[in-house]
């Protein structure tokens, strides 16, 4: 059974800090995602790697960073936290095929 | 550009009601469509995808080409179905990225 899990479920920042998500599965899998997940908006992708080291931009990469050094681990950094950053954000991963596997998200506050 | 669209934000059925949840989509390409759903406290979790052509929970979804949908239908909700749920469009580039649309919610009332 794939496991993802997620460093937080919960978290609360300060305007201007720096953040850091991080997200691990077990199961090798090849491609990890970063989603923010909004109301009405549904799940946007920030960033993706297909490998270690690897990272492509999803559709709303500003604000945000990745960092994949080892298959296993895929972080997502806000350099910069912003209020408009408060959202739920969810990590995934998947092998080969399109099917993903979801963590159980961190809910991410910025002040 | 691929893009994937549900109308209802927003879904009431009473329990034993038929259900049907809408997606339409638009791609070039040959489409993989996906429904995910999420239960409250849950993470979200592969509910079906069209290729396999099966029945989860209940819930069935036929790919029609020519209208670019991918309903969800259920013919007798349940309690338990209640839940966002959320239809996904695969591509076929590098680690085969979903675009999601922005999920409808479903309660079924008792």
């Known amino acids: 059974d794939v496991k993802v899990t997620q460093s937080s479920r919960y978290l609360v920042k300060r305007t201007g800090e720096k953040v850091f998500l991080e997200c691990v599965q077990d199961?090798?899998?090849?491609?990890m995602f970063w989603y923010r997940q909004d109301p009405g908006l549904g799940l946007r992708l920030i960033y993706f790697?297909?490998?270690?080291?690897?990272?492509e931009k999803g559709d709303i990469p500003e604000g945000y960073s990745v960092s994949r050094e080892k298959k296993e681990r895929f972080s997502l950094i806000l350099e910069s936290a912003s209020t408009n950053q408060t959202s739920m954000y969810l990590c995934?991963?998947?092998?080969?095929?399109?099917?993903?596997?979801f963590g159980p998200g961190t809910r991410l506050t910025v002040l | 550009a691929q893009r994937v669209t549900q109308p209802e934000k927003l879904l009431s059925v009473f329990k034993g009601a038929p259900v049907e949840l809408k997606c339409n989509y638009s791609?070039?390409?040959?489409?993989?469509l996906f429904w995910y759903v999420q239960y409250s406290r849950q993470r979200l979790q592969l509910l079906l995808r069209?290729?396999s052509r099966e029945s989860i929970k209940g819930f069935t979804a036929d790919l029609n080409k020519g209208e670019t949908s991918f309903h969800l239908k259920k013919p007798f909700a349940q309690e338990e179905d209640s839940a966002m749920y959320y239809c996904?469009?695969?591509?076929?580039?590098?680690?085969?990225?979903?675009?999601f649309g922005s999920g409808t919610q479903l309660t079924v009332l008792p």
């Open positions: 996904a469009l695969g591509s076929s580039g590098s680690a085969r990225q979903l675009t």
């Open positions: 791609y070039s390409g040959s489409p993989e």
């Open positions: 069209h290729i």
């Open positions: 995934a991963s998947s092998n080969s095929g399109p099917t993903q596997y």
């Open positions: 199961m090798d899998h090849e491609n």
């Open positions: 790697s297909y490998d270690v080291k690897m990272k």
